[in-house]
């Protein structure tokens, strides 16, 4: 079946810092990935997405990710987080049907 | 312009009760689904509904019956409410396109006493 797992459950990180969360899937097909995110208190936001071309995607508010596909991986990265930046990270994959799965969340703490 | 709403935003109500949540796209969008997010904030997918029709209906206990009146609606009615349905309940669309971006709703805490 396929699933996908986000390694970091939380992550407590200063402002300024560098964030790479990780994200792996299983699926040995053509994939549709995104990363979700969803501030407290607010419902999930499209951050980003990769479905062909360039394996480095660039996403609002500074975030980019990375398809690896011999790796199955999918990793956001933000050079210099913000207080902001506080919230649930959710990383997805879709193959290409009405389901998408999401993975289990990385709940990200930036201390001001 | 609110892209897709649900109601109510809270719902707080007694065990063996049945309630409805409502939602709503004005997106345009062919695709609607129900996920259900439990207080680890685990997010699972429970129906998917393609211009009003039925397309992934995830082993979701036959208390929760889904309603697509038209395509810009897809409600969920639960009945017999138990302890554990307690979450929140997000509403999402998606496009006609080949990467199925999803677009949610602000949900619906649902808390049952």
């Known amino acids: 079946a396929q699933s996908v797992s986000q390694h970091n459950h939380h992550v407590i990180l200063s402002e300024a810092a560098s964030l790479e969360l990780g994200c792996n899937y299983s699926?040995?097909?053509?994939?549709?990935l995104f990363w979700y995110v969803q501030y407290p208190g607010q419902h999930l936001q499209l951050l980003l997405k990769?479905?062909?071309?360039?394996?480095l995607v660039k996403g609002i508010k500074g975030f980019e990710a990375e398809f690896i596909k011999s790796k199955f991986s999918f990793n956001l990265r933000k050079p210099s987080v913000q207080w902001s930046d506080t919230a649930e990270y959710f990383c997805a994959v879709n193959t290409g049907g009405f389901k998408t799965i999401f993975g289990a969340g990385t709940r990200l703490f930036v201390k001001a | 312009d609110t892209a897709v709403s649900q109601t109510p935003k809270y719902l707080v109500t007694q065990m063996g009760n049945d309630k409805s949540i409502k939602c709503e796209q004005n997106?345009?969008?062919?695709?609607m689904y129900w996920y259900k997010q439990d207080s680890k904030k685990f997010l699972k997918i429970m129906f998917s509904y393609n211009n009003k029709e039925l397309i992934i209906n995830e082993t979701v206990p036959n208390r929760f019956s889904p309603k697509s009146p038209d395509k810009a609606h897809l409600n969920l009615h639960i009945n017999s409410l138990e302890l554990g349905d307690s979450a929140v309940y997000f509403c999402?669309?998606?496009?006609?396109?080949?990467?199925?971006?999803?677009?949610f709703g602000p949900g619906t805490r649902l808390t049952v006493t």
């Open positions: 990769y479905f062909s071309g360039d394996p």
């Open positions: 699926y040995g097909g053509t994939v549709n």
């Open positions: 999402a669309s998606s496009p006609r396109t080949t990467t199925y971006e999803q677009y």
């Open positions: 997106l345009g969008h062919d695709t």
